[in-house]
């Protein structure tokens, strides 16, 4: 796609934005009421290639880091969810928790002072 997007935007990169959105409110419908077969294997595993791979070149180009999951909390994402695909990922590339371990880096807590929080 190039040119303006649906929203009229200048940017030939603007659609992400809006497919991001339903593919979250269809997955969850898709889930919900036991659909998710539908989808392919394929795509699947290229939906999550896509983000994880837009992920890590936004923050560590932005250096920063920001909430990977949609949502706060657990409201999009269970504990269980998160933990099952992580492991499938981690097995699909040979790696183990041993890795995870010395590649894991902890967000820094946030300064108080910045939050309005007195210490």
């Known amino acids: 796609m190039y040119g303006s997007d649906v929203n ?3 940017d030939e990169y ?3 934005d809006d497919m991001a ?3 979250l409110e269809t997955s969850r419908h898709l889930v919900v009421h036991g659909q998710a077969s539908r989808v392919s294997d394929q795509a699947v595993a290229s939906i999550l290639t896509a983000a994880i791979r837009l992920y890590v070149a936004k923050s560590d180009g ?3 880091t920001f909430r990977p999951i949609a949502g706060t ?3 999009e994402m269970t504990p269980t969810e998160l933990l099952s695909a992580v492991s499938e990922m981690l097995r699909s590339l040979h ?3 041993m890795e995870l371990a010395l590649w894991y880096r902890r967000r820094p807590d946030p300064d108080p002072s910045q ?3 007195k210490s």
């Open 95 to 97: 790696l183990g928790p």
């Open 14 to 16: 603007g659609w992400i």
């Open 21 to 23: 959105s339903a593919l």
């Open 115 to 117: 939050l309005g929080v």
């Open 73 to 75: 909390g657990d409201e």
């Open 62 to 64: 932005e250096e920063r």
């Open 8 to 10: 009229g935007r200048n």
